[in-house]
């Protein structure tokens, strides 16, 4: 076999598996065609009729080339695209939780009774998928949060890349040792044991957003105003004559003034929060990243042991998992500027709505 004949062939299987068989050949019957190649070695070389080549070069001489990829196979459409402005509104007011109620809602809007697996297809062709949904705190500002990332964390972040301000995202978490669920790659369903009791490890800590090394206060009891003025103390013997900055949340151990007027005299920066803005705190997907990372599917039976692993790993933010905090705490943070459910009409069935116009049919 030639050489040309060879990568010739190699380019129709190619074609072949890409597209199928029988729009590669007409692909490649007309691009030969266009190249003034021989009927005859094209026929030959596709396994083509005669009938098929000739009919290809009148579509081609007559400037009818769309007419021969164009799509002739019928396919019936769906009655509920009639009604498609009118479900889509219906399920833009009331999303539905599942498929079952996305058709008792086409039933209701339309009268048409669809399968599962119909009304399914429709959903999908109409640009409709099963996301989870998000929680915002119900008292959270979505504009002032706006405000603040724009007018206030934006500019420290900016001088935080700078070197000239030491940034400091601020929060305390308690971990409770006991199961944490997760997901594992497996055949069949793995129970993880749970460790017994409710011991809580409280850590208080203070994520660099420059260099992710993360600052920590730590006990088993409580997370007071005294454990914020010694993390302060600590963040000033580890960055000495920096300009230190801490972005924290409203609680009260935080904001209390025996903390406040510390903050001053000692030269550091309290910047909080907009009330109920999680979302604007970078360390709270640190807490996440932790459980996710050496918590969740675990099995750590003593409370030493539970309070060294999470040590261990929030002392390796900044080295071994570097990579990982370069991308998760960023500077763009989760705006709730999507659209809010805050209510959910109820869906009935046919017979709950029988029962509910007729209460007789439950007395009987």
């Not at 504009?143 to 007018?151: A, G, N, P, S």
């Not at 900055?245 to 209390?256: E, F, G, I, P």
């Not at 539970?306 to 990982?324: E, G, N, Q």
Request: contains cysteine.
């Amino acid at each position: 076999m030639k050489k040309e004949d060879k990568n010739m062939q190699i380019i129709i299987n190619i074609m072949k598996r890409l597209l199928g068989v029988k729009l590669m050949k007409q692909i490649i019957c007309v691009i030969l065609l266009i190249f003034e190649v021989e009927e005859k070695k094209i026929m030959e070389r596709l396994h083509v009729s005669y009938n098929t080549v000739k009919k290809y070069s009148v579509l081609l001489k007559e400037d009818r080339l769309q007419d021969l990829f164009e799509d002739k196979q019928y396919r019936p459409q769906s009655e509920m695209e009639n009604y498609r402005a009118e479900i889509i509104e219906a399920l833009e007011k009331n999303p539905a939780r599942t498929l079952r109620e996305a058709a008792i809602i086409i039933e209701q809007v339309t009268g048409i009774k669809r399968s599962l697996p119909q009304v399914r297809n429709f959903l999908k062709k109409n640009g409709y998928k099963p996301l989870k949904t998000g929680i915002m705190p119900a008292k959270a500002d979505p504009q002032i949060q706006c405000i603040f990332v724009r007018k206030v964390l934006n500019p420290l972040i900016a001088e935080a890349k700078k070197g000239k301000v030491q940034l400091f995202f601020v929060d305390a978490s308690h971990f409770v040792q006991g199961g944490f669920i997760g997901q594992l790659w497996c055949k069949a369903r793995i129970f993880v044991k749970a460790a017994s009791g409710r011991s809580r490890y409280n850590v208080l800590g203070a994520l660099n957003f420059a260099s992710k090394k993360m600052t920590t206060i730590t006990n088993d009891a409580y997370i007071t105003s005294t454990q914020v003025i010694m993390l302060i103390d600590k963040l000033i013997a580890q960055y000495p004559g920096k300009a230190i900055k801490l972005v924290m949340d409203n609680a009260s151990y935080q904001r209390c003034k025996l903390v406040t007027n510390y903050a001053k005299s000692v030269g550091v920066e309290l910047i909080f929060l907009p009330s109920y803005s999680p979302n604007l705190n970078l360390i709270e997907r640190v807490w996440k990243f932790v459980k996710a990372e050496v918590l969740n599917a675990a099995y750590i039976s003593t409370f030493d042991e539970f309070k060294a692993i999470i040590d261990d790993c929030l002392s390796k933010l900044d080295t071994v998992y570097l990579d990982k905090m370069q991308t998760l705490t960023t500077g763009k943070f989760q705006m709730f500027d999507m659209p809010i459910w805050e209510t959910k009409t109820l869906i009935m069935t046919k017979a709950k709505r029988q029962t509910k116009q007729n209460p007789s049919i439950l007395a009987a």
